[in-house]
């Protein structure tokens, strides 16, 4: 224990925010900093902030180090790395007070441009690279590498673990690791010779990361689709969905190469739009394999019409949906949880669809993988609702974790020897009330279990028609799966307060990175609510009886309509003056902050304070 | 997933090919189309030639987009999965099935406002990629099915029904599929089965992507005076490069011909197709000259038909994915899930 500490040491829960220009090679140097935090043991909640472009506009990074392992964004700045002129008012005001501005002191700036209650560290890092490089390109990166340097003073970051880091990731590259290793010397030394190091914030080797992974959803999606036995994949390029289809291409060639022949057991086609790569994920899974696409909002709604005929026509077919803000292009490159409504009742005419919410890359694996289960068991797609701040972004996460006793649900599907002991085979009869009928796959039977699929309505054995009660009867057992799917899909999960409240609060997704945190902070301030995390559509009935046990329930979302409200309201009967919306929506994750603000005032209206325990005590 | 093929059994008089189907197993429902409508004679080409080459029918997956041309599936091959996706994207759909299962045999049935107009884009695609199918488009000119609106293959200057005159340049299917990397383009008339059931037979044992463009006019709409998709302007203007005949890998080649009168073509799975000389010389397997010829006839006014482009050493989009011999969709737990220790090295390289 140390005794000397100061009152303001803030020993592993600052928010550092790198400032840099897309393109300048800083995302390396970077991502080594919340790394090297990670390897001491203390959690880290990073996110890149980044523009819809490849070279030349602004970039963030920002670092929440969190001993106490918070994941959602802070808000507010406590150390600025401010390596980019464009954006340099804006970073210095984001500034908490009291904080530190770290920047390159190459060229004088005049008084003004800085803030009095801002600790200013100026570091000459381009006059330090042109004095040690030549070439253009290596002072630019070198850059990076030396205010790596310098932070880990600064903040007393452990150098061996950087240093490890390198010999990671330039295995083989000795004269890299080499380089790398001296600019960080170069940055380290100047900044303990320069400033007064470590600074108050500062990190201190802990055990609070314990087995946990860090790796971004996409990825996770990715392998769990892996592990979900998925073979085929078609998709179109788009912000944030794309590194999940490359995933899955990486993760495919390691493990899904046939030993023997070195050849594929699993396809992947670029298509040459949505609509195709949906029309492609509709074609394989008709034939028998597990088949999914990744995309965005854009993408769902040019898909719209194919998700109709795959409901309607009972394909299963799994999407990965990882929001963006919305509408239109939106804003690409920016979070939001507004595709909800659009995916719950994607295309025309009466459809519902399967949504599974998950709140972290560690979940985002389970449920990509359950979701080829979950769409083969119901013969219809299912939605993977990812967004932007879990696809895109590397989160500390619990460790991905598979049961080998597992076997893939291939659903209900009649074989050769069923059809040939001569079972009765109709595409569209409900033979177990479950509404849910059986299906062949293509080329199984030489005179039995052949029907032909097709969008237009139909009767139970499959045949063309267009009488009312024969449709009627159809949409009503399509009614009927979709009532099996509320308890396939995965329940809520409900969390008592720590004392008895009439208030609650709904959530789902990667709001809850900030929701724990929220919690405490409320509680502390006497405002006690009961918890439920959404993690499926449709709704089973626990969804109902938590908001019918209370008063008031806020729902927390990150998009301007209250889509889950509206969508609560519209499938569980419940009067909308029961939720109130805490709505989050531009673009930048949903801050603990926030939460803490806007629930706190609402509650106040509500006069939301524990309940008096009736009786004796 | 194999199969012994069993025979219903039949009038003992009616014919059965080496698998012992009679022609009936390969037939479907009673068409609802208009009675002259030129995809039924289609239909009974496709009836015929899969009758013909001893393809049990259940082998066969027929996928189509919408109209009256991507209805016909239901009326051949009864005991064969269909799939009436939606208009214009049934290339996606059939697409995503050859992935699947790369050992049934892809029948890909069209119209030419599902694969000219609404459909182009996918056309374009699939054809590029090489999947292995028989790719037919019915086409008259119009959309059938919402009543005789011109289509983009209707010919610049051909009247509608009611007298409208088509102002926009047509797309030739053929030249385009040429293009676009189809390795089989073949043009037939639906009125025509002895040209077209041979080039539907070499199509199927075709490795790759087939496409033929069936001129098959519509009765109710486009059959008129003006039109240039109708039974008697497609006769008078029917130019045939070639008239072919397909031997299968089981039939002994038994008739001779004289030097330079027919070319045999081998076909990836051991099938031959002769092509029987008509008129000049035509080198089906030159591309340039393919569409140079396709071009020629056009400006002359003329329709011309047979094998235009074969290009005997092609491959198809498994080769080009790498995939593996077996169906995907029979792939095995065991094959597709790497387990828990696999993931526990995934853990460990992300700490
Ligand atoms: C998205 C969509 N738009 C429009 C239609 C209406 N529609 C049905 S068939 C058809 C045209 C069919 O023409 P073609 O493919 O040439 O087939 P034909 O009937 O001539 O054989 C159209 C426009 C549709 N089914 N779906
Ligand atoms: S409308 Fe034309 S294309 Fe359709 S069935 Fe009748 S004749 Fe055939
Ligand atoms: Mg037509």
Known sequence: MRTDVRPDVRVNDFVVKFANVNGSGSASANGLFARAILRMGVPVAARNIFPSNIQGLPTWYEVRVSGDGWRGRRGGVDLMVAMNPQ????????????????????????????????????????????????????????????????????????????????????????????????????????????????????????????????????????????????????????TPSSSLAESFQAYCRKFRTDPVSGKKRYAIIQAEDELASIGMVIGAAWNGARAFTATSGPGVSLMQEFLGLAYFAEIPAVLFNVQRGSP???????????????????????????????????????????????????????????????????????????DDAKRLDRGKVMSAAELEAGRDFGRYLDVDGDGIPYRTYPGTHPSKGGYFTRGTSKDRYARYTEEGPAYVDNMQRLLRKFETAKSLVPAPVITKAAKPTRSGVIWFGSSGAAMGESLVALELEGIHLDRMRLRGFPFCDAVHDFIAAHDHVFVVEQNRDAQMKSLIVNECGIDPARLVSILHYDGTPITARFVIREIAEKARLFNVTPLRRSGAA | MTYLAKPKIHHPSLAKNSLGYTRRDYEGAISTLCAGCGHDSISAAIIQAF??????????????????????????????????????????????????????????????????????????????????MVYIVENNGVYGLTKGQFSATADRGSKSKRGAVNRDEPIDLATLAITLGATFVARSFSGDKDQLIPLI??????????????????????????????????????????????????????????????????????????????????????????????????AAGEILTGLIYLHPESSDMHDALETIEAPLNALTDAELVPGNAALAGVNASLR
Request: overall charge negative; proline content about 5%; hydrophobic content about 40%.
């Open chain 1, 87 to 238: 954006t340099w008012d804006k970073d210095v005001a984001e500034i908490e007070p009291g904080g530190w501005l770290f920047y390159d002191s190459t060229k004088p700036l005049p008084a003004s441009r800085f803030r009095d209650d801002v600790t200013v560290l100026g570091m000459p890092l381009t006059a330090i690279c042109n004095a040690t490089y030549t070439d253009a390109r290596q002072r630019q990166l070198f850059k990076n590498v030396i205010y790596l340097g310098a932070l880990s003073a600064l903040l007393d970051i452990a150098p061996e673990e950087i240093d490890r880091l390198f010999g990671e990731q330039y295995k083989g590259k000795e004269a890299l690791i080499d380089s790398n290793r001296k600019a960080f010397a170069m940055g380290r030394e100047h900044a303990q010779q320069a400033f007064d190091c470590p600074l108050p914030i500062r990190v201190a080797r802990s055990d609070r990361v314990g087995e946990r992974i860090f790796i971004d959803g996409n990825s996770a999606a990715a392998l769990g689709a892996v592990y979900g036995g998925a073979t085929v994949a078609a998709w179109y390029p788009l």
């Open chain 1, 328 to 402: 239109s292009t939106g804003m690409p490159t920016r979070t939001q949880q507004a595709d909800l409504l659009s995916c719950a009742y994607a295309s025309h005419g009466d459809t519902k669809h399967v949504l599974l919410l998950p709140e972290d890359p560690t979940e985002t694996f389970a449920m990509g993988a359950q979701a080829f289960d979950l769409a083969d068991r119901l013969q219809t797609p299912v939605f993977v609702m990812l967004d932007l701040d879990i696809g895109m972004q590397d989160w500390v996460t619990d460790p991905f974790e598979w």
């Open chain 2, 51 to 132: 009758y013909e080459l001893d393809i049990p029918p259940h082998r066969v997956a027929k996928l189509s987009g919408i109209g009256c041309s991507s209805k016909t599936p239901t009326y051949f091959l009864g005991n064969s999965h269909g799939f009436n996706s939606v208009h214009g994207r049934m290339p996606s759909v059939l697409t995503g099935a050859a992935l699947a299962n790369r050992d049934l045999v892809y029948l890909g049935v069209s119209g030419d406002g599902d694969s000219a107009s609404i459909g182009l884009g996918q056309f374009a695609h699939v054809m590029r990629r090489g999947v292995n």
């Open chain 2, 201 to 298: 037979k070499a199509a199927v044992a075709h490795h790759g992507a087939a496409f033929i463009d069936v001129l098959s006019p519509c009765v109710a709409f486009n059959n008129h005076p003006g039109s240039t998709k109708s039974y008697d302007y497609v006769r008078e203007h029917n130019e045939s490069v070639n008239f072919l005949d397909f031997i299968s890998p089981r039939e002994e080649i038994t008739t001779e011909y004289a030097p330079g009168e027919v070319r045999s073509v081998v076909l990836h799975d051991g099938g031959t197709v002769r092509l029987h000389k008509v008129g000049r010389h035509y080198d089906p397997s030159d591309r340039a000259a393919a569409l140079a010829y396709l071009e020629t006839h056009r």
